[in-house]
């Protein structure tokens, strides 16, 4: 079995909801928080009044808009934002070339006593 790593390609991009100001009727926004992310009362407060927040990361587009449609029902500001691509492929750097983090001539990474200086 190989160790090669495949990127999948969906056509469907995710998205993000994000809240950008709850508005006057905090607590219906509250409700609606609950309601969509299943939170406690305490965290769905916490969370519709430190703003700007991600309440849904990574949902379909038609999940996405129907929760900006419920928060901007209720008065608050939300929006719904395309995640970007993972650029995963320069993290994947082959022996010989440059990478993040220590590593030797022939590619090989130093174990973690070898990285800390010495005095």
């Known amino acids: 079995m190989s160790d090669e790593y ?11 909801v994000v809240l950008t100001d709850p508005g006057d009727r905090v607590t219906d926004v509250v409700q609606v ?12 407060k916490v969370l519709a009044t430190r703003v700007p ?27 719904a934002r395309e995640q970007p691509e993972p650029d995963l ?8 070339q440059a ?3 220590p590593e030797t001539a022939q590619g090989e990474r130093k174990a973690p006593s070898q990285r800390r200086n010495r005095r």
Do not use: M, N, Y
């Open 33 to 44: 928080v609950r309601r969509l992310t299943g939170l406690s009362l305490w965290r769905g």
């Open 89 to 96: 492929l320069k993290h994947w750097a082959r022996p010989g």
């Open 99 to 101: 990478a993040d983090g």
């Open 53 to 79: 927040a991600v309440i849904l990361a990574g949902v379909p587009q038609e999940d996405a808009a129907a929760a900006v449609s419920a928060l901007r029902d209720v008065g608050a500001r939300a929006e």
């Open 6 to 16: 495949f990127l999948l390609v969906c056509d469907d991009v995710p998205h993000d």
